[in-house]
């Protein structure tokens, strides 16, 4: 059995794979937020994953 963080982000690079809206969308949110965070790695990480964790 795959441990419940792997299995998310299989799920997640499936969704990414298999709906172009969502891959849209997170890109978006990518070049967003390389402007907004000013290198900020933390902040960058929390706001992709309120992205992520509305979609599970």
């Not at 794979?17 to 937020?33: F, H, T």
Request: with cysteine; net charge positive.
């Amino acid at each position: 059995m795959i441990a419940k963080k792997t299995a998310v982000r299989l799920y997640f690079r499936n969704a990414l794979l298999n709906n172009k809206d969502i891959a849209d969308e997170c890109g978006k949110l990518k070049m967003r937020l390389v402007e907004e965070v000013n290198g900020d790695r933390v902040l960058c990480t929390d706001s992709k994953t309120e992205f992520h964790s509305w979609r599970y």
